[in-house]
Every structure is written in C-alpha cells, then in structure tokens.
C-alpha cells in the first residue's frame, strides 16, 4: 500500500505484558487483543523506558530517555519546547488527537496534538514532586497498600467514570473523520487508565473469573532476602505496615484481571467503530501500555523497578494488508515509537529531526528484518535515593545505581530474575564492560544533583502558587456547542446529510 495510513494508538495503563495470552499469560481474558496479535506483529521484548507514568508516557512522546528532557517523575514538567511524534506527524499533514491520559505536568497539555478530547485523570501541577533528601517520610499521595487490602468488585469507580468517556470521546471521533471533509491523514491516541490499580473492577468483569481460576506470583515474597531498592519500595507504598493475606492477594489479581476485560471490550468496541466508519484498511493499530505491574511478584505491587513485570509491556502492531504477522524476539522500547511514526509518515525514511532522538524506527523488524536488540531505562522517583539506570541487551539485563549493589540476570536462562549473577567471577568481565558503558552513557553524579534541584525548585514553585488565587493547568476539554448538531448556520437538509454515514448521494 503506498497510502500514508492512518493510526490508531490504543494505550492501556500499567499492563504487564506476562499478563496477554499472546504473551504466555493463560488467566486474562482478552480476546480481541488476541485476535490483532493473532493477525498482526507482536513485540516480544518491548519494554518502557521508566517503570512510572509520567516518565514513561514523555519518553514515548519525545522519544528520549526522561534525563534528557527533566522528566524525573509524576511531577515533572514536560517542556514546551521538546518535539514530540504528534508535533512531526501534524508536521508531515496528519491530524493529531489524544482522548484520554497522558498525565502532562505543565502548562502545555497538548505538546502537538491539535485537538484533546478529554481532561486528564491525575493533575498536572507539582503536587506529586517526590523528595529524595526527605526519603523517610512517606509522601501521602502516593501508593498505599488498601488497593491490594480493599481489592474486589464494585459498582461505580473514578476509573471507570474517566475510560468510559474516553472510549465514547474517540469513538465520536472516528465517526467525525469518518464524515468530515479532512482528508489528512489521522493519529489518534487513546489512553486508558485501567488496569491501573486500586484492584477494584465492577461485578460484570469481577464474575467473568472465579478465585480458583486466579495464578498466584510465580516468585513468592522475598522481605528480608531481596536488593536495596526492592526494600525501599516496600517502605514508599506501606509493605512494612500493611501486608497482604494471600486471599488479598488473590483479589487484587483477580480484579486486575477483570480490569484487563473491560480494557478488552474497549478496544473491541474501537475496532468495531473503525471497521464502521470503513477507516479500517488503512489504518494502523497499536496496542502497548507505559508500564507493568509487579502484581505481588516477589512480594512487591505496583511498578518503579525494572524486574520484568513492571517494565515489560506489551506492543501488537496490526496492520494486515502492510505487515505480515509474525513475532519480533529482539528487544525494543517506546523510544522507538516517534522514529517508527515519523518514519511511516514520511514513507519509509524519517525527516530530519529537530532535536536529539534515543530510538530508532522499528520499521525493519515490521517489514520481516532484524534491530539491534537492546533498551535503555532510568528509574529516578518515588523509592529511589540515586539515579537508576537499565541496559538490557541479549540475554541479559543489567541495573545499576551508585547506591546499590549491581545486578545482572539472563534472561533467557532465568526469566524470572531470581540470581543476581553480578557477583559470580564467572561474569566480572561482562559487569565490567555493561559498568564502563554505563559510564559513557550517563553522569550519574551530575544527574544526581540536577534531579535534587529539580525537586527543590518544584516544591517551593507548588507552595508558592497554592498561595493567594490558584490558577490550575488541568486540561479543560473544548465542546463549542454552537457546532454541534442542528444549527442555523446550514440548511438542515445539507446538515443532516453530511451527518449521516455513509453519506447521501
């Protein structure tokens, strides 16, 4: 096909890619997202750059690694000035929308998409700035063990009144492509925040399992056994205070698994809506999450760790009639995005770019060929007291921080992470050469300082502001009714015949 396609990006937030039946997952039921990897190409060893929301989504964005562009946290300002895959694709003549989460901090919530649909879900002020010179004292607005302790079903939750009106949002916007006279091509985003914790999921996806039915962690607790920073994040979320009760445990992964349901319907419905508004056989669709979710592997919730569960995710790229099914096992990261879209945009070879790129187009591996197989990660919130910093490569995974003992595992031999072989002799010449790397890549000393910087300036910036009148950057969502539905401004035939779809002749 040599039609700029469309693409629609589905994001869901906190997914673990382990969790998808296309990745070995054997509990979830999601049988739409089976069926675009069944039919489409599917990302083995794609991981997040950051295992934290904020961090993650600007790296995808700007398809650079967070300590590039400040992007240290929840509350961390994604610059104005930092080019992203929407601002190169509206470059290149596309439509660019986002409905739903992308948890911006800011006053720029739209960072080059020409229309937003919804608000957001979190805030976008620096309320959420973490403190490492005050590490002790937890910060009360963070995790805390009651989403795992009061996991279940429900009736109503903020997370499902946010995903509903996103879902219906872009699929009032598809119909209106559909319809409208635009002929640019479209990207539309479409971010989800569920399976995000608290475990809790309306009865209809809560009944769709049964108890017996729900895996327990593959690797058991490790308190008292485990790394420095594993430690740590028990202390930020409240492990030390709280721990759950296998039947609790038990709960919050059925919930999340229900959680992975309803996520399904969603995209099953935005298909649908595609294939209606005959937008399907050029469009590309992409399903991939920010992050993981540790879901009680090795004791610990939530993600801010680079073990596999919180920083693996899944990417299915469908797109039948250009790129045949198949499975890529070279690993790969949501820095790649932006080159891959920008790439397509341009037919093939990516424009020029107006500031540094961390990824490269994955187009090769979609068209049949091979990439470099490695990923780049740094972890610098909330349980952190140092930069961390990831390099995956191969079989294996290597972490460091000036604060803690090295890790290295092998993926391939030991997918679940349970020997640390940074120790063993047998391996000092390869943590030698992954730590000599590490020192070519990052200053950590320097970025040390400038994340402490950026902490202090943003606390005393949020305690400044929220003195006298506040004025919020929270994104609030345009709906000029002067132009919606019937209005004196046409003739009511011409209307309600641009309205309809297909349209009269």
């Known amino acids: 096909m040599t039609e700029r396609p469309n693409l629609l990006i589905l994001m869901a937030d906190q997914l673990t890619a382990r969790a998808l039946r296309a990745y070995g997952g054997s509990v979830a039921r999601t049988p739409h997202i089976d069926t675009l990897a069944q039919e489409g190409v599917v990302f083995d060893s794609f991981y997040c750059n950051s295992p934290l929301c904020a961090p993650s989504r600007f790296s995808f964005m700007a398809g650079q690694l967070p300590s590039k562009i400040g992007a240290y946290d929840n509350a961390a300002e994604f610059p104005a000035q930092v080019p992203t895959f929407a601002h190169y694709l509206r470059a290149a003549g596309y439509q660019t929308a986002l409905s739903g989460k992308m948890h911006f901090c800011g006053p720029d919530q739209l960072h080059g998409f020409e229309e937003r649909l919804t608000t957001d879900i979190y805030p976008s002020d620096f309320g959420w700035t973490p403190d490492w010179t005050r590490f002790d004292e937890r910060p009360g607005w963070y995790h805390t063990m009651e989403s795992v302790t009061k996991s279940g079903s429900c009736i109503r939750t903020n997370q499902m009144d946010f995903d509903d009106e996103v879902v219906v949002a872009a699929r009032q916007k598809l119909f209106d492509l559909a319809r409208g006279n635009d002929r640019r ?105 920010d992050h993981g979710d540790m879901l009680g592997e090795r004791g610990l919730w939530y993600k801010m760790s680079f073990f596999e569960p919180a920083c693996r995710i899944p990417l299915i790229v469908h797109a039948p009639g250009r790129f045949a099914p198949r499975r890529v096992s070279g690993s790969a990261s949501l820095l790649d995005l932006l080159p891959t879209f920008a790439a397509i945009a341009h037919g093939g070879e990516p424009p020029p770019y107006a500031a540094p790129i961390g990824g490269r187009s994955l187009l090769p591996e979609l068209e049949g060929g091979a990439g470099p197989d490695e990923v780049f990660g740094e972890y610098l919130a909330e349980g952190a007291i140092a ?14 921080s000036p604060a803690d003992p090295d890790q290295l595992y092998d993926l391939s031999s030991d997918p679940d992470e349970r020997v640390n072989l940074a120790a063993q002799a047998h391996y000092a010449a390869l943590v030698t050469d992954f730590r000599a790397e590490v020192s070519r890549r990052w200053v950590l000393p320097a970025l040390h300082a400038e994340v402490l910087a950026s902490q202090r300036r943003r606390h005393f910036v949020n305690a400044a502001l929220r003195q006298g009148r506040y004025r919020s950057w929270d994104y609030q969502p345009i709906r000029d009714a002067s132009r919606l539905y019937v209005r004196n401004d046409q003739e009511l035939n011409d209307l309600e015949s641009m309205a309809r779809f297909p349209r009269l002749p």
């Not at 099953?268 to 937008?279: P, R």
């Open 185 to 289: 091509p479209f990207c539309l985003v479409v971010s989800m925040t569920h399976p995000h914790d608290p475990y809790v999921i309306p009865k209809a996806y809560w009944s769709r399992y049964r108890d017996d039915e729900i895996d327990m962690p593959r690797v058991g607790d490790l308190a008292g056994r485990e790394d420095p920073h594993s430690s740590r994040l028990r202390h930020v979320v409240g492990l030390e205070l709280e721990r759950p009760t296998e039947s609790q445990v038990r709960s919050a992964r059925r919930a999340y698994y229900g959680a992975m349901s309803y996520v399904d319907d969603q995209i099953g419905s935005l298909v649908t809506t595609l294939e209606q508004a005959a937008l399907d056989s050029n469009t590309i669709i992409m399903v991939l999450a």
């Open 387 to 400: 930069p961390i910093v990831m390099i995956r490569r191969s079989r294996y995974k290597f972490v460091h």
